[in-house]
Each structure stands twice: as structure tokens, then as C-alpha cells.
């Protein structure tokens, strides 16, 4: 158990729908990545915060959006949901968000009829 | 990016040790390289990490060349709980201080009885 939560753990909606994926970082972290793993794409690097702050941004759609509240979690919101966004997609924490180890969630696995 | 490259597949006997190759000929002088693990379809697991000296912890060791372009994890007593894919990731280092994993297709390790 690598102390990182999230929730819902299966999610199944329809085609241009929203959804809200949660994330809670491990007791201390600051930082909160967001990762997708597609059968096609494999672990893709979403987006990373850092003590509520966007920091980085990988290949995230322009239908997908994150925040990171003041009680350090986060949320991953998908709009417009097409087919191809069924994946799993996991939350990884670190304490600092610079340099140091991220360590990965259970995975929210969303699938989109 | 410093890219990685491992073999697709390997198999281990139980009880004998494991060792899975990684190429990463382009790294430079201050990345790290990093080694997660994916069993089914959980969450990656971290297990180890290093810059230029081998590295020992409780689940595996790894063997870093003099010359940083290759490096060796090794699960000294493999298990058939070890199954699983196993990444080998030069972290990379975006503007701003973040920081992502670049998971590739990792190498698909079974351990057989």
C-alpha cells in the first residue's frame, strides 16, 4: 500500500459525458501527478501540482483539466468523453515534486460506451 | 529525453535470481534512473533508483555501468508474486522545476515454478 487514494475505483459512463476523478497524496507529499495508461499509449504523463499550483504538463487533452485544493488533493476532470478515454488512470504523490520518488495509486479504470 | 530500451520479455525461474538489462545510452550526467514495476493492472510499484553507484535495498539491487549508458535490476531470490512488467525510466526534468516518469513498454517478467 503506498498511501496514495483514489476514487472511484471503476467508473463506467457514456460518450460526451463528464467525469471527476479523485486523488489523495500520501501524508506530507505536496505534489500530485496524474498519469494515463492506455492499452494503445501505455503510462502516459498527464499533469503535475505541486502544493496547489500546476507545474507541469505532459499530453494532456484540452477536455481534460486538474486542480490541487488546499487540503493537498486532487481532481481529474474529463469532458466531452470520446471511446479512445477508456484507460486506467493513476495518481502518483512525491513530498517535494522536484527531484524526489513519486509513488503510485490503485488507478481509477474508466470506461466510456 | 534520455530514451530506455529493454528487452520485451524475459522468464526467471523461482528462488533464482532475476536480471532484467537496460539500455540507456543517451542519459546525461545528473539523471537519475529509476525502476517501477506494474503487476496486472495495479498501480507501479517504485523499487529502486540511482545516479551512478549501485544501490541495494530490500527488494532488488542495481548494477549502474561505469559509463551510465546501461544498468542491470536484480531480484536476488525472485518469486512467483514477482511477475510482472517492469519499467526502467530515466526521469525527466520539465521547465519549471517538474519533474515526470517516461514509462516505455518495460520488460514482461515471468517467474515460472
Known amino acids: 500500500d503506498s498511501g496514495v487514494t483514489q476514487t472511484p475505483k471503476h467508473l463506467i459512463t457514456a460518450t460526451g459525458q463528464r467525469v471527476t476523478l479523485r486523488c489523495s497524496p500520501r501524508?506530507?507529499?505536496?505534489?500530485v501527478y496524474w498519469y494515463q495508461q492506455s492499452l494503445d499509449q501505455g503510462l502516459q504523463f498527464l499533469i503535475q501540482?505541486?502544493?496547489?499550483?500546476?507545474?507541469a504538463k505532459g499530453n494532456i487533452l484540452e477536455r481534460f483539466s486538474a486542480q490541487q485544493f488546499p487540503d493537498l488533493h486532487s481532481e481529474l476532470n474529463l469532458s466531452s468523453l470520446e471511446l479512445g478515454d477508456s484507460a486506467l488512470y493513476f495518481c502518483?504523490?512525491?513530498?517535494?515534486?522536484?527531484?524526489?520518488?513519486?509513488?503510485f495509486g490503485p488507478g481509477t479504470r474508466l470506461t466510456v460506451l | 529525453d534520455a530514451k530506455t530500451t529493454q528487452p520485451p520479455s524475459m522468464d526467471c525461474a523461482e528462488g533464482r535470481a532475476a536480471n532484467l538489462p537496460c539500455n540507456h545510452s543517451?542519459?546525461?550526467?545528473?539523471?537519475?534512473v529509476y525502476w517501477y514495476r506494474q503487476i496486472h493492472s495495479q498501480g507501479p510499484q517504485y523499487i529502486i533508483h540511482?545516479?551512478?553507484n549501485n544501490e541495494t535495498n530490500e527488494m532488488a539491487s542495481l548494477i549502474i555501468t561505469e559509463d551510465r549508458k546501461s544498468s542491470t535490476l536484480i531480484l536476488p531470490h525472485a518469486t512467483l508474486r514477482d511477475t510482472a512488467v517492469y519499467y526502467c525510466?530515466?526521469?525527466?526534468?520539465?521547465?519549471?522545476?517538474?519533474?515526470?516518469?517516461?514509462f516505455g513498454k518495460g520488460t514482461s517478467l515471468l517467474v515460472t515454478p
Open positions: 501524508s506530507g507529499d505536496l505534489s
Open positions: 502518483a504523490s512525491s513530498v517535494e515534486g522536484s527531484s524526489d520518488t513519486q509513488y
Open positions: 543517451t542519459i546525461s550526467g545528473n539523471e537519475y
Open positions: 540511482g545516479l551512478k
Open positions: 525510466i530515466v526521469r525527466v526534468e520539465l521547465p519549471n522545476s517538474g519533474y515526470a516518469l517516461n
Open positions: 501540482y505541486y502544493n496547489g499550483e500546476e507545474r
